[in-house]
């Protein structure tokens, strides 16, 4: 059975940095990306980040430049540096996996096939 665990949230002064962790457990058939979602109070959950197997990221507007995605397929990991954080980047964030989509080999699932229970960034002033 898959899993996916986050760590390494908590409450940090606007300007400082936190790194979130995603330990996977069990085995990902056809796995293509892992990703970083956020929701904060009120919102919907968007995505804050991805990187596929090969190591390619993505990220989202608001993040880019402060936020960085690595990966350690050693340790089943993934990770999320986060620095210069601001007020709005309080939020759960849930780590998530992706398969490859069925019948499409070379693209991700449109959404995540395996989600962690979401660990709590709060920034404040």
């Known amino acids: 059975q898959v899993q996916l665990v986050e760590s390494g949230g908590g409450s940090v002064q606007a300007g400082g940095s936190l790194k979130l962790s995603c330990a996977t457990s069990?085995?990902?058939?056809?796995?293509?990306?892992m990703s970083w979602y956020r929701q904060a109070p009120g919102k919907e959950r968007e995505l804050v980040s991805t990187?596929?197997?090969?190591?390619?990221?993505r990220y989202a507007d608001s993040v880019k430049g402060r936020f960085t995605i690595t990966q350690d397929n050693a340790l089943n990991t993934v990770y999320l540096q986060m620095n210069s954080l601001k007020n709005d980047d309080t939020a759960v964030y849930y780590c998530?996996?992706?398969?490859?989509?069925?019948?499409?080999?070379?693209?991700?699932?449109?959404?995540?096939?395996?989600w962690g229970q979401g660990t709590q960034v709060t920034v404040s002033s």
């Open positions: 069990g085995y990902i058939d056809n796995r293509c990306e």
């Open positions: 998530a996996a992706s398969r490859r989509e069925v019948g499409a080999w070379w693209r991700c699932s449109a959404q995540p096939d395996y």
């Open positions: 990187i596929k197997n090969d190591g390619t990221t």
